[in-house]
């Protein structure tokens, strides 16, 4: 078997969770892909976290050159985040032709093009799926799957701290603060958020996003950029009587003669689905002249999510390096049947309107264990027979059959009684 | 340059609209991605359209073995459909180490494992993003994106014309007859929908899916499948009636001990993601352990976003094959500046309530070329100034700072007017 040597620098969050993953799930990646990402060195500059995080300290280092100068490393995955040292450690890995996966999107807005061409220049990869809309496989989407469409327009909610303020704001008719507040408390807000309340971490996602779309970089500098912090509740209840709700949009289109870039508050109809995105999680609307309209829809940012992300770039480049394939399918053995399957259901009888009718009718349902979440009976004036609807809890689907053959029987039922499924989510 | 020779078998919608893009954007995929993508071949039965797309005797056959047999193909895209000969054609390719694109469901879900088999035994390659949600890149995030995720559950919206239906019947009332015949007018139903509206194009996709999700194949019979045709208006309306939403739901789901895959009506609440997906969209939720709950949402069928999927699967191939990647970004040099943007605007003034003041404001908005589309003047009982409210039609943004900065000096105003962007996509 294939092993590919990885270095791991950072252990914050993100780090933490690939960490956890390489780890726990090396079986899993042995078997899934026929590779062993075995992950050499560790890096991180507080000795405290090799210990909480009982890492061999054979395999640990607190500085980065460890690592960057390791030629048995084929993979690095950086995750200390700022602009340097990371560009310092990216450049000089990929010289040496390790590839690199960064989250790192504050340095890529900054010098995308640079990075691109060293990488290109010593014939190693860089990816960052992680650095934009975390779990949301928005960059593979962008630069592979919609390849030959030419990209019109983009508009993200691309900044999950934003976009939770401005729902609470929306929902509890909180000022700003009150929902800064409460973001800072739940953890959705940093202790200083000014990146993302402001608009600028937006701006760096939109500056990637806009590159992957049209293969022309914007520099931060270029993109118009207005925050929340202005946002009153008196224009918040004003949209919403005109039918609008408001969010922060990271907004990119393209014309043959203009790009344009910006990030703003935006009043957008209730009725559209990106109006519905509401607390942390992100979506990204994408117009392409062959696709037409996509949406992607996820969540933005925590731990395993990233962590998602940047092991999905570790699988592509670990199978790009290693020249291998995933395994072929096996043929499923162990399908549930159909009277196994457990769900909720819809049950719509028509019974005689008499008494007892509904007593009958529970009692049966009760014999095979199915409760029921709610009955409404409809009123109909002049019908011999009126449609009684119940919603039952998860009941096994033999039950239910076996429960609605023997109601079906009873002389008060008119017809074969109607079962759909429902679900929750 | 390098250059990558192409067959093409089949000029139906999809046939005609690679064909098309293989063409027309040639230049385009030689300086984005340095490949030059040459159709070679191109094998339909009915001789008829060679004409009719005037295309060169030279590069055409009525023989699909001329495309099989051909040592210089190194990529075929089936698009006949059906299981014979499709399943010739692409065995054939694949062990004549040609990499094979398809659109084919119904085969795909029928032999899946062998053609996987044949395909790795012989180091070809198979791709069929086409074969489920047309544009949306949902079998790439799947089998890439999503990689190191356990997957838990998907649910899809997954047939077009059955999702068209259903919205129709919520919509309008109609009966499933009264909205088959529409869709069938609408071109949104084949002549014989049997495939569509009985479930079972969803059950072949589904299968596709849960392959890609668990590595486990489920062949299409052990699929439970029930169909719309039996969703009558009493039942729509009931399900409205309790805030649910009847939607032809493609289910998988997968615990330690088992796998359960159905297709069927579903109610689903109408305040979910999916219940707001109508007409002939997709859309497909996916809850992967490590990425949380995500959805995809886009067109499922037509010939553009057919043709978006599979071009995709071809820029794939050919890179993989020519071993060269995409261009590095150029630096955007036609940036369109803030003053120039176009937008719709909501502005919020605070006047006095006294008469005159609409007309004043209006004239100086009218005298900037602004339009407006609505005004809402909020009644406040004790407060000495009003808020008023317009939305205006599209305008230069340089146009409405002029008109703002002019407004806000009249005597008037009471303190600087809020300007937000409105979107309606």
């Known amino acids: 078997m294939k092993k590919i040597n990885i270095g791991l620098i950072g252990l914050g969050t993100v780090g933490r969770g690939v960490y956890r ?166 953890g959705f807000a940093e202790r200083n958020p000014a990146l993302d309340i402001k608009g600028l971490d937006s701006a760096h996602k939109l500056s990637i996003l806009a590159y992957l779309a049209f293969g022309e970089f914007i520099p931060q500098e270029k993109i118009f950029v207005e ?29 043959d003669s203009y790009i344009e870039a910006r990030v703003h508050p935006t009043l957008i109809p209730r009725y559209h689905p990106m109006a519905n995105v509401s607390g942390v999680y992100n979506a990204v609307f994408i117009r392409g002249d062959l696709v037409g309209n996509l949406l992607f829809f996820g969540k933005g940012a925590g731990q395993n999510p990233a962590t998602s992300a940047v092991m999905s770039d570790l699988v592509d480049l670990a199978q790009y390096s290693a020249n291998v394939k995933m395994a072929y399918p096996k043929i499923a053995k162990r399908i549930k049947k159909k009277e196994d399957v457990f769900s909720k259901y819809y049950i719509r009888f028509n019974a005689i309107d008499k008494p007892g009718v509904l007593s009958k009718i529970s009692g049966i349902l009760a014999k095979y264990n199915i409760s029921i979440s709610s009955v409404t009976q409809k009123e109909t004036k002049r019908a011999r027979s009126v449609p009684i609807i119940m919603l039952t809890h998860l009941a096994q689907e033999k039950k239910i059959d076996m429960a609605l053959a023997e109601i079906d029987k009873c002389n008060f039922i008119r017809g074969k009684s109607v079962k759909l499924y429902l679900e929750e989510f």
Do not use: W
């Open 21 to 186: 993953v390489l780890t726990e799930r090396k079986n899993f990646f042995r078997e899934k892909l026929g590779i062993d990402l075995n992950l050499l060195k560790v890096c991180e500059k507080n000795p405290f976290l090799r210990k909480k995080m009982n890492i061999d300290p054979k395999r640990f280092t607190t500085k980065y050159q460890d690592i960057v100068n390791d030629k048995n490393i084929n993979i690095v995955i950086e995750l200390i985040g700022g602009i340097n040292p990371a560009q310092d450690i990216i450049i000089r890995c990929l010289k040496s032709h390790k590839h690199v996966i960064t989250a790192n999107k504050a340095l890529l807005a900054n010098c995308l093009p640079e990075i691109f061409k060293v990488a290109r220049r010593y014939n190693s990869e860089i990816r960052f799926e992680a650095a934009v809309c975390g779990g949301i496989p928005i960059i593979k989407s962008l630069s592979e799957g919609l390849i030959t469409n030419r990209i019109e327009r983009i508009y993200g909610i691309i900044n999950g701290t934003s976009n939770y303020i401005l729902s609470r704001m929306h929902e509890e008719e909180y000022s700003f603060h009150q929902a800064l507040t409460e973001a800072k408390k739940k």
């Open 227 to 255: 925050g929340i912090t202005q946002i009153s509740p008196l224009d918040i209840k004003c949209a919403k009587e005109l039918g609008l709700v408001i969010k922060l949009l990271a907004i990119t289109k393209k014309t």
